[in-house]
């Protein structure tokens, strides 16, 4: 036991070999082995350790620790979270990339969009889109208003209105029946087209009994039998049209003031009874057109609004603008039942499709967002070549066929998109 305990003493081992003494300061230096060292238990019996096994002692503990740190369980990603990434990023919601020919001119171009030859009418940018069951009626900066069919798989231009309104139009919509259409320009102008039995739309001999003024008369909307108008001004103030008066002459029914900002969005809901209103400075209102009052002054987005939307129950508006966020108000409480995230920039444009399951929602940054309204979630998102989606409507779905939008926006362009078909 002497001999062991000789061989064992720390300065015998520093004169017969000096290299162990530099790495065995550091692994002394660690508390805890400072205190093993300072307080043995045994310390009569002090085996002579190997001086590899001293000096490979830092990293045998580091090893050990690293052992612990890969058998901690790390946080997995479930399925269903990577199910709903992708289903965000665009790939639930495919795109046709099929080439074929145009129907008006004859040459090649993708199967999903407008040939880029045949709407060239459209130099600036498309900012309203509204369509009916068989029919897209597109306003934009130029002159022209013009209607491409829904029925036929290249979507051709099947008719012009020339010189509708000389500024350009910033507005245009339909009622549900689709038997009449309302445009404003940017004159302050406000016209209204009949289709006819053939699908040809013309001009109809109805004027509002206001002058026209630019922001006079801004944003504009439709009741479903198309009978009454509800539109917005410059000031604030809300009106609300009876087209059916006689003589061609419209008659102002209803009239409300809010607080003076600019009424940026309007809307009606199908039956007419109520009509909302999106300001500048980010507040809502619902009118209650029957009692003629104001039923609720809902909790603003602090932001300009410029899109509301009634779901097509009306027992929801969806509402938003330069928050990036869309909110759902429910319309006999005026509470706001939830928030949709998920933008990056101004949304332009909502709406809701015909059954109310889905909405969609159209951004300065070119993306077009599909939401479920059961889940509050964002299920597909499809970028926009053109840029700015200024415009994204639901088309009337076709019985045994997918959900189909258009969007449009900067650049003159408009897309058609549909349901993927299978899992996707």
């Known amino acids: 036991m002497a001999a062991i305990r000789h061989l064992a003493n720390p300065s015998l081992l520093r004169a017969l070999l000096p290299v162990s003494n530099a790495p065995l300061r550091p692994v002394l230096g660690i508390p805890v082995l400072r205190y093993i060292h300072q307080n043995s238990l045994f310390p009569s019996i002090t085996l002579p350790i190997p001086v590899a096994a001293i000096v490979g002692l830092s990293s045998i503990l580091s090893d050990i620790w690293e052992s612990i740190l890969r058998a901690v369980p790390k946080k997995k990603t479930s399925h269903m979270k990577k199910r709903q990434r992708q289903m965000a990023s665009g790939k639930h919601l495919k795109d046709v990339t099929e080439l074929n020919k145009c129907s008006g001119c004859g040459r090649v171009k993708r199967a999903h969009v407008l040939c880029p030859y045949c709407v060239q009418a459209h130099p600036t940018d498309v900012f309203s889109i509204a369509p009916i069951k ?20 290249d979507f051709p231009q099947i008719q012009t209105l020339d010189g509708a309104h000389k500024l350009g139009c910033h507005h245009i919509v339909t009622s549900s029946e689709g038997k009449r259409a309302a445009s404003t320009g940017f004159g302050g102008e406000v016209k209204f087209w009949a289709c006819g039995e053939d699908g040809t739309w013309t001009k109809e001999d109805v004027e509002l009994d206001v002058p026209p003024r630019a922001g006079e008369l801004w944003a504009i909307a439709l009741s479903g039998d198309g009978r009454y108008l509800a539109s917005s ?17 419209a008659t102002r029914i209803r009239h409300y003031e809010t607080k003076g900002s600019f009424g940026t969005c309007v809307d009606i809901s199908t039956d007419a009874a109520l009509l909302a209103s999106g300001h500048q400075n980010g507040s809502l209102h619902i009118f209650n057109n029957t009692t003629s009052r104001l039923l609720h002054s809902l909790p603003g987005l602090l932001s300009p609004i410029r899109s509301i939307r009634f779901s097509p129950l009306s027992t929801l508006l969806a509402a938003a603008g330069d928050s990036r966020i869309i909110g759902l108000y429910d319309v006999r409480s005026g ?33 077009a967002k599909v939401w479920r309204t059961e889940t509050r979630e964002c299920v597909a998102t499809q970028g926009f070549d053109g840029g700015t989606v200024w415009a994204g409507r639901w088309l009337p779905r076709v019985v045994g066929g997918p959900e189909r939008f258009a969007v449009a926006g900067q650049g003159g362009g408009i897309g058609f998109l549909r349901e993927a078909s299978g899992s996707g």
């Open 134 to 153: 068989t029919h897209l009626l597109s306003a934009s900066g130029s002159s022209t208003i013009r209607i491409h069919s829904t029925t036929e798989p």
């Open 233 to 249: 001004s410059y000031d604030g103030k809300m009106s609300m049209w009876d087209l059916a008066a006689g003589d061609g002459a």
């Open 335 to 367: 509470e706001q039942v939830a928030q949709l995230l998920g933008h990056q920039a101004w949304i332009m444009s909502l709406d809701w499709s015909d059954t109310g399951e889905w909405l969609l929602s159209g951004a300065w940054d070119g993306k």
